[in-house]
């Protein structure tokens, strides 16, 4: 091995390229398979991000499915998910531009099926005996919206022959995961109203189907206001089984004669808080058991549930895993590793044996360049602990000056009720392979480690995800891990919140980063889409009865409370976090002449999916961290100019 070159942290050659996050990558979801021929979306961010469907045949030949410049996308929900189906000869895709639904009749070529209106759909499911789709309807009509004063969220049934829409079930507020028994009888779904999101509480509702496609008298079997119910899904053999938490973990259940019982009590989280449609983290196999995915310790394992209601764990080497589906005794899911990013991979439950059908990443990755995450736990406000990740600075060819200690970067999920991801994330390795460590925390909220941890943030949302984030960077620099005096924050969305939160109500930090992060919480309560149009009743409190911590929580209301240099990066087509809440910021710390650097991404929305602006974003992170922290990185990226930073805060970026 060569000897190490001794270089400032911050300031090391890395391996990666920081064009590695987009040459050659693709997101991969929704994986579906049926007859040895799989499906899956791909989002390239060489199409603006746009998602493609593909097939990929028994011979192993990939054919894309959608056309150049189609978006497989919804909006419902804002978020979407779950915007195409599959069933036989039948393929249905959603149309992000348009909200429209179109059958695929050959690669590339679509055929509209519903009309021309201002609707969307998603999840959608085949009801065989009534030639129909069953789906979810978000109605954006103007008369709508002027009737309701929001979307109209319902469910309705779709003629496949004419694209006619009759509704089915109305009157909650949203709707999810309509799922038909499979003799075409009963009709499950999920309902819940505001302030809720669906993880706060959701009905899992039942009726028959009578024979005009109609739906007989509902009723309530599982959930409530304050019970999450998750993932209904069918058994082969007609069962109902989902996702509840009576004892503090969500798992699954059944409803069999008329009452609802546990199949394999755990203490894990066998699914995920339903930001998106379609979710699918268990399946059944032809014998009737269950293979399921179950997160706990901040990671997940595959298990198989047997009918006796043991359960048996399948040993794969991935962390993260979603989207199962089974054809047959074999199942297709997406799986990654701390040392593999995404792929989507078949497998063998019975032997466990694997192969990736289409991996995220087509550059390789020498396993000895990565940075593996160690599992950390700290103590935190209150006498609690908190958890994260900690990725310590990783080079072969570097290692920093005897006696300096790296600068760390501290990141968060957004949500905030999602967990930060083990799988291999080449944005964590481009820091710690140039010389940084960085700390993705877990704070009390976060989804994996029971129902009462994921609670400790309801009403305390801008102090418990802020402490644990600060408490997180002070007891690593108090260990001897990293400098105490370049510590930095950054996040996305929630986690931008957080992030802006912490340089403004805290001293703790020297820079924060914030992608579409949110800076005024009433502006957000007021602007926000409908899904989390009530999110901060549970989050912050009822509004305006609690204006009073809605103020308190803002950093917009308290610029010059902020203590160290800002970047912000926002998308100018975001209507989740509107460019008014960064540039509200930017204009306050303009006008205090505080240090900061604002860039603005036109045709983005709430996340950055176009190339160009995936690798801008992070170039423009590292110059400003150089410059702040007094490093020169090695890349050859063009600076950006910080406003009235100092020369006693850093040296250039070159």
């Known amino acids: ?28 979801t929704e994986p579906k398979c049926a007859g040895g021929v799989r499906w899956w979306l791909e989002g390239r961010p060489e199409e603006k991000g746009r998602q493609v469907l593909v097939r990929r045949d028994p011979d192993g030949s990939i054919t ?25 000869d039948l393929v249905i895709v959603s149309d992000f531009d348009t909200g429209r639904l179109n059958k695929v009749t050959a690669p590339g070529v679509l055929e509209p099926l519903t009309p021309e209106h201002p609707w969307q759909f998603a999840d959608f499911v085949v009801d065989h005996p009534r030639h129909r789709l069953i789906a979810v309807r978000e109605d954006h009509d103007k008369p709508t919206l002027e009737r309701h004063g929001e979307a109209e969220n319902e469910l309705v049934a779709i003629d496949l022959a004419d694209g006619s829409v009759q509704t089915l079930a109305s009157g909650a507020d949203f709707y999810a995961a309509p799922r038909l028994s499979p003799d075409g009888r009963r009709l499950a779904w999920l309902e819940w109203r505001h302030p809720n999101l669906p993880w706060d509480g959701t009905e899992l509702r039942l ?90 310790s901040g990671h997940d394992r595959l298990c198989r549930i047997n009918g006796d209601g043991s359960v048996g764990t399948i040993d794969v080497p991935f962390t993260e895993m979603s989207g199962l589906s089974v054809d047959g005794e074999v199942v297709v899911l997406r799986g990654a590793s701390p040392s593999s990013g995404a792929a989507i991979v078949e497998l063998d439950p019975a032997s466990g044996r694997w192969s990736s059908l289409r991996e995220a990443m087509s550059t390789p990755i020498d396993a000895a360049d990565i940075s593996a995450p160690e599992s950390v736990e700290f103590p935190t406000t209150g006498g609690v602990t908190a958890f994260g990740l900690l990725y310590p600075p990783h080079n072969r060819s570097f290692r920093g000056p005897d006696g300096d200690l790296p600068p760390l970067v501290v990141t968060s999920h957004g949500g905030p009720t999602a967990s930060a991801y083990t799988g291999l994330s080449i944005g964590t390795q481009l820091f710690t392979s140039r010389g940084f460590a960085v700390l993705d925390v877990d704070y009390g909220g976060s989804t994996g480690y029971g129902r009462d941890y994921r609670k400790r943030l309801e009403g305390e949302w801008g102090v418990v995800d802020l402490d644990d984030c600060v408490n997180g960077a002070r007891w690593l620099a108090e260990q001897g891990r990293v400098d105490g005096e370049r510590l930095s924050i950054r996040g996305g969305s929630a986690s931008g919140y957080t992030t802006l939160c ?9 820079a924060g980063t914030s992608y579409f992060g949110i800076g005024d919480l009433e502006t957000f309560a007021a602007q926000t889409h409908k899904f989390e149009s009530r999110y901060l009743d549970r989050l912050i409190g009822p509004y305006p009865e609690r204006k009073d911590l809605y103020h308190e929580r803002s950093p917009l209301n308290f610029t010059d409370r902020i203590s160290c240099p800002v970047l912000i990066l926002q998308g100018a087509d975001d209507r989740i976090v509107p460019p008014a809440q960064a540039e509200q910021i930017v204009d306050a710390l303009w006008e205090k002449r505080l240090p900061h650097a604002y860039l603005l991404f036109p045709g983005e929305d709430h996340g950055f999916r176009a190339a160009e602006n995936i690798i801008r974003s992070f170039e423009a992170e590292l110059s400003f961290l150089g410059q702040v922290f007094g490093f020169v990185p090695a890349d050859p990226i063009e600076p950006i100019e910080v406003e009235f930073l100092t020369t006693n805060q850093g040296a250039p970026a070159g």
Not at 221 to 249: N, Y
Not at 502 to 510: H, K, L, M, P, S
């Open 502 to 510: 912490a340089v403004t109500f805290r001293d703790v930090f020297g």
């Open 64 to 88: 894309r499915l959608t056309p150049e410049g189609f978006n497989v996308r919804s909006r419902v929900h804002e978020y979407g998910g779950a915007a195409y189906l599959l069933d036989g």
């Open 207 to 296: 009726a028959e189907v009578a024979s005009d496609g109609s739906l007989g008298a509902a009723s309530t079997i599982a959930g409530s206001p304050s019970d999450w119910i998750a993932q209904p899904r069918w058994s082969p053999d007609g069962v109902l089984h989902f996702a509840a938490e009576p004892r503090g973990w969500m798992n699954i259940h059944r409803f069999v004669d008329g009452r609802v019982e546990a199949v394999a009590p755990m203490e894990a989280e066998v699914v995920y808080p339903d930001w998106l449609f379609g979710y699918s983290t268990y399946t059944f196999l032809e014998d009737g058991s269950i293979v399921v995915v179950a997160r706990s």
């Open 1 to 28: 091995m060569n000897e190490q070159k001794i270089a400032p942290y911050g300031s090391w050659e890395s391996p990666f390229p920081i064009s590695l996050l987009t040459a050659g990558v693709v997101t991969l």
